[in-house]
């Protein structure tokens, strides 16, 4: 979901790692768009692997020493998605119920993370404003998510659901390319 700015993180020569938790997250999204009688707990479980995927991934970004100043967001979203991911998977039932809320909470997180990076860019990204419209796309699905989880809307949040897997899929798997080393650093 989280717009990288290459200026930012460096390289990694495990850029391929970040490229199939993209295609996992498409693919995810995809099959629940067009199965959502896979159910409503289905979602939440998948979600909250796939969490605890993004959230090692995060945590290895952040300690690999090439994310110049940004490891901070990195280690926290990392601890987050890790600990929303395994209460996601211990308790179905919890999960069903309060399923909408985290992701409000991430999505917002995400939403406010992506606006104070693309607005402490400053000069030196050149697109940055992709940055401040991520970031509000991210806090709209947050408020989105708020609200269908208050009128216990699960059609709504199941919609919401297989967007959100597509979209931050997307989003995952174009910024892999960015990670990769180039010819000099390799």
Not at 10 to 17: I, L, S, Y
Not at 141 to 153: Q, T, Y
Not at 165 to 185: D, K, M, V
Request: aromatic share 20%.
């Amino acid at each position: 979901m989280k717009a990288f700015n290459a200026t930012n993180l460096g390289t990694t020569r495990a850029w391929w790692v970040i490229l199939l938790v993209g295609l996992f997250m498409v693919m995810g999204g995809f099959a629940y768009w067009f199965w959502p009688e896979a159910g409503y707990a289905v979602a939440s479980q998948i979600f909250g692997w796939l969490l605890i995927l993004a959230g090692a991934v995060q945590l290895s970004v952040s300690a690999s020493g090439k994310t110049h100043g940004t490891w901070g967001w990195w280690l926290a979203g990392g601890v987050i998605d890790i600990f929303i991911g395994f209460v996601l998977v211990r308790n179905v039932f919890l999960s069903e119920m309060v399923f909408p809320y985290f992701l409000a909470f991430l999505f917002l997180f995400w939403g406010v993370e992506a606006l104070v990076d693309a607005c402490t860019a400053g000069s030196r990204a050149r697109y940055r404003w992709l940055g401040v419209v991520n970031g509000v796309l991210l806090c709209l699905i947050g408020f989105f998510f708020m609200e269908a989880g208050w009128v216990s809307n699960m059609f709504m949040v199941s919609f919401l659901v297989s967007i959100a897997f597509i979209y931050w899929g997307f989003t995952i798997a174009i910024s892999a390319y960015e990670l990769r080393p180039t010819a000099i650093e390799k």
